[in-house]
């Protein structure tokens, strides 16, 4: 899965391990990242690096401000961007809770490979930094479902996002404070038919 590609400068990844990009809430400083912590003080996740997606990729809010990345292979849009994240090597039991986190079971999410530069420093969309590229690897990342992407891009006005910052996350619900006796997938599809 890319490990081939491996530039001197980044750690050896375990053979049976994934690397994972993360965008969203798993990132450092978001409500998710605790699962992370506990795999990695567990030894079933290590951080690798930032990376940016090699490609423009749809990157949009939801309901209660959940981030999704959109497969949208066939949209054209001059409103899509490379998206900035975190990666992170991961063990076949952290991929397990990660895709448990996640809803793929459920078609919540569904882990799709991409292609990402690892880079030197950090950034957000509201700054300008020049950006050195380690080494372009292939790994896994959380899309939100085919079964609702379209209609979640159309939902976001066909603009996405560089980055999910604190500011762009302003107003996150987490599960917990979410009306209950819905599933996930309702909250997607009554955010979806809403006008906004």
Partial sequence: ????????SMAP???????IFTYGTLKRGFSNHK????????NHASFVGHASTSSPLALVCGPYRVPFLLNLSNSVSDEIYPVLGE?????????????ELEGVSKGHYERLPLMVRVIKGEGNEDEEMEVEVEVEVEVQGY???RSYAMEMWKRNGERGLRE?????????VRRMDRPQGLTFLDHIRFFVESKG
Avoid: C, N
């Fill in 35 to 42: 699962l992370l912590e506990s795999l990695i003080q567990s």
């Fill in 1 to 8: 899965m890319g490990r081939e590609a491996e530039a001197p």
């Fill in 87 to 99: 990666l992170y090597s991961v063990s076949p039991l952290g991929l397990a809770r990660l895709d």
């Fill in 164 to 172: 999910y910052t604190k500011e762009v996350a302003t107003g996150y």
């Fill in 143 to 145: 899309f939100g479902h």
């Fill in 13 to 19: 990844i375990p053979r049976d391990s994934t690397l």
